[in-house]
């Protein structure tokens, strides 16, 4: 089998399965009797050693295979669970995410797992022999070859993979039933096919058909008899099913009968022979019911049903993006007509498809945004790990994981928020017994905040460690000879915080194995304003820091200023622009051959487009006054000097693709409302 | 094997049939700053911002004015979705493969790296070109 083609599927459900085993393993740890808890990681478990087991990743598949054999025994109470078990199962789950790294960056998955393999093998083994915990006789006959699932012998067995017995079990315990149903539909029936998906359309609306006999398509194709059997999961009784698909002309019969799967000491006595009796509908089937039910009330989280969705190729949304900009560039257009002509008519029919490709716009902005979560999920695992290497006591605060952002920008915020967690981890949170004597609590809080504001996402990440230290960060920096102690006296606490983001700066005594990585928050501030965004920092000594980083909602769709310069047209974006001003010609000074102009006490050098980009002018142009747009760098200005604002535009950002790569001072280029193609100046190359 | 047949100044040449997607009329060319000279700009093709070569300039062909025969080829190499400024392109025409000659040591103008042979078609010859080697960028 050909298995390519589903790759990328398999290394995205087993990043998302991966994660939930993560998020579920903290979550055991805060409540290890939790037998719930290992249930979904076993099943996350055992998604993964199938799905690797068929893509050939063999090293995965035996890997999973024996954290299965563990989980079984934890989940079957043969096995109780210690930190030390909890430290293997955690390491596994990290060389799991290593493969699907290499998996991801083309190699075959590959690791050398033996002994990881072998240590889970000795737990599952040893913990067995001693385990002295009460162990249900049922369980007992249950091996640990994984999911051992005790079954009747009924002739519906052969329909169900150990999967659909693991959710049959699984629905059962969540107070759902599952039932075999057996439809015969009558001898005239001349449209099988169609009364096949009255059946299951019928049904759709109780529950879940999780099997069908023969498989779906075959029913479609008419390929079967007059009978055909489905393996289905409801809250309603048998009788309700029954009665339901009786409804519909052309079946003649219908059996319901409940399926009984049991696995380990969950093994319900309950007679199951009754599909011999015929259409009977099966009585007994509402007293189970009520039981599970109220276990499902008192199990803590309901699993919420989640809406459909589908999975779209990001690269498919980017296509549709640029037909819809082309059909904003039409709509630009037949505005303008329809002005023009001002017919009332065709005013307005024009104007409602204003409004609905407006709303549509909307739409599609909106299919790219992601929930923070995706990113924020890594991070209880990340503090674990951190605060146990660093004898720290952390807790984390979410707030805002529903936050949306932009797909693209959610890809690349995660690395610098991580360093950030690092750094307020390492260097602010203070160790436990200090903070008892400050006579704070005992653990630090991180709190990461996210929340939308105007146009833009902020992300906060504050501790509440001891702060930042004015006058240590200003010591190191006179003696990096980043500036003199006098000009220090001058700047701002904000100022002084911005002097971390200076390259190869740290303020941290002892390289620790945490941030002595080389890497300081230089790296940070230049990914966020790659990003278009900016950083912030608030602190108070001995209370609090916190970093606030500011991004744009989307990277696709930016504000920007339209400027002509002779008979070309070009796009500023708007976050890097401080000010447009008209300043007389007389007042351009010459520092050294530059020209400057004093803006508001600054001085600022300016840059001629016109030069930088050689624009051909036909004429020179004989004004006393001159144009020009105060754009920033960080901390740096200049003046670029342009021949007329057009005016304010909310562009789509369009790359110029890969033969033309790294134009200078060009970031990419955009399509105006004529048709034309304008390019966007990139700020940050023109200032030096 | 077809090839579609452009025209620059006065030699014929032919590109393969399925490295083309299109051929459009020559519409407002945004300039592209600091690139190379035969790099003409880009245009907005159907939404997406497409470079245009000037392949006269490439293969140091004298500069002969736009008309309302100029056209661009779209072509598509390697991913690659690019146009060509040509003289005029009318006409697709079948050749036998086994028939293209290699390039001749010298010719007029053309650096003979970017050929791939020649062709005789009746009595016109035909000039075969190595897309792909037209489209690198740094120029010798």
């Known amino acids: ?688 | 094997m077809k090839v579609i047949i452009f025209r620059l100044k006065n030699e014929e040449y032919g590109v393969e049939i399925d490295q083309v997607r299109s051929i459009e009329r020559l519409s407002h060319i945004t300039r592209i700053p600091n690139t190379a000279d035969f790099v003409k700009g880009v245009i907005n093709l159907r939404g997406i911002v497409t470079p245009i070569i000037d392949l006269r300039k490439r293969f140091h062909i004298d500069h002969v004015e736009d008309n309302d025969q100029t056209r661009v080829i779209i072509i598509s190499v390697k991913d690659v979705e690019i146009g060509l400024i040509v003289d005029a392109a009318n006409e697709v025409i079948e050749i036998q493969e086994s028939k293209i000659e290699p390039p001749p040591k010298v010719i007029d103008s053309v650096e003979a790296e970017y050929i791939r042979g020649v062709i005789k078609v009746e009595n016109r010859l035909l000039i075969l070109l190595h897309l792909h080697k037209v489209l690198t960028i740094q120029e010798n």
């Open chain 1, 1 to 688: 089998m050909d298995t390519n083609q589903y790759l990328d599927m398999f290394i995205e459900e087993s990043k998302e399965h991966l994660q939930a085993i993560n998020e579920n393993l903290l979550q055991l740890e805060q409540n290890p009797e939790n037998i719930e808890i290992v249930k979904d990681i076993f099943r996350s478990a055992h998604t993964i050693k199938g799905m690797s087991a068929t893509m050939g990743f063999e090293d995965m598949a035996s890997l999973t295979h024996e954290l299965e054999n563990v989980l079984d025994q934890i989940r079957n109470e043969k096995l109780k669970i210690q930190p030390e078990i909890m430290d293997i199962i955690f390491q596994s789950v990290d060389i799991l995410e290593g493969m699907i790294y290499s998996i991801i960056e083309g190699s075959d998955g590959k690791a050398n797992v033996s002994h990881l393999v072998d240590q889970l093998k000795s737990i599952a083994k040893g913990q067995v022999l001693s385990a002295s915990s009460p162990v249900p006789p049922q369980a007992t006959q249950s091996t640990q070859t994984s999911n051992a699932v005790a079954s009747n012998n009924s002739a519906y067995m052969d329909m169900l993979d150990e999967y659909q017995k693991a959710i049959i079990s699984q629905s059962n315990a969540s107070g759902h039933q599952s039932f075999h149903i057996e439809v015969k539909l009558t001898k005239e029936c001349m449209l099988k096919a169609a009364r096949v998906f009255m059946v299951f359309d019928a049904l759709e609306g109780l529950g879940e058909i999780i099997q069908s006999k023969p498989v779906a398509e075959d029913l479609e194709d008419e390929k079967f008899d007059q009978q055909f059997e489905l393996i289905f999961i409801t809250k309603d009784d048998s009788a309700t099913i029954e009665k339901k698909l009786m409804n519909i002309s052309e079946v003649e019969s219908v059996r319901v009968n409940e399926v009984q799967i049991s696995i380990g000491k969950e093994v319900d006595p309950m007679p199951t022979n009754q599909e011999a009796i015929a259409t009977t509908p099966n009585v007994t089937a509402s007293a189970p019911k009520a039981k599970a039910a109220d276990n499902a009330a008192n199990q803590p989280k309901a699993k919420p049903m989640g809406s459909k969705s589908i999975r779209v190729d990001i690269e498919r949304l980017d296509v549709l993006m640029n037909l819809f900009s082309e059909l904003v560039i039409d709509r630009g257009r037949l505005e303008q007509i329809a002005r023009e002509l001002g017919h009332s008519e065709l005013v307005e029919s024009v104007e409602h498809m204003s409004r609905i490709s407006g709303d549509l716009q909307n739409l599609i902005l909106n299919m790219r945004m992601v929930p923070i979560e995706q990113v924020f999920n890594r991070f209880p695992r990340m503090i674990r790990d951190l605060s146990k290497d660093l004898n720290k006591k952390v807790e984390l605060e979410i707030i805002g994981a529903e936050t949306e952002l932009d797909r693209t920008v959610i890809d690349e915020i995660g690395d610098p928020l991580v360093h950030l967690i690092r750094n307020s981890i390492d260097h602010g949170l203070e160790l436990p017994e200090e903070r008892m004597k400050k006579g704070k609590p005992e653990a630090g809080t991180i709190q990461l905040h996210a929340y939308h504001s105007g146009n833009h996402v902020f992300i906060e990440i504050i501790d509440d460690g001891n702060g930042l230290d004015r006058d240590k960060i200003l010591g190191k920096a006179i003696e990096r000879g980043l500036l003199t102690e006098e000009q220090g006296n001058q700047l701002s606490d904000q100022q002084v915080y911005h002097l971390l983001f200076q390259s190869g700066f740290s303020t941290a005594k002892v390289i620790t194995d945490v941030s002595g990585r080389g890497v300081g928050l230089d790296v940070v501030r230049s990914k966020i304003e790659a990003l278009s965004g900016q950083v912030h920092i608030e602190s108070k000594i001995g209370e609090f820091t916190k970093f606030q980083i500011e991004l744009p909602l989307t990277l696709s769709i930016i504000q920007s200023m339209l400027v002509k310069v002779s008979d070309e047209k070009y796009a500023i974006p708007l976050s890097s622009i401080i000010e447009t001003a008209v300043f007389p010609k007389k007042d351009i000074y010459l520092v050294q051959g530059q020209p400057v102009i004093d803006f508001r006490g600054h001085i600022v050098p300016l840059v001629s487009l016109e030069k930088v980009f050689k624009i051909p002018r036909p004429e020179e142009g004989q004004g006393d006054e001159m144009s020009v747009i105060v754009v920033k760098k960080g901390e740096k200005m200049a003046g670029l000097i342009v021949d007329d604002f057009i005016g304010q535009q909310e562009i789509v950002l369009k790359n110029l693709g890969t033969y033309l790569p790294n134009v200078f001072a060009i970031s990419g280029a955009t399509i105006l409302g004529d048709g034309q193609v304008a390019l966007i100046i990139d700020c940050n190359a023109l200032i030096h």
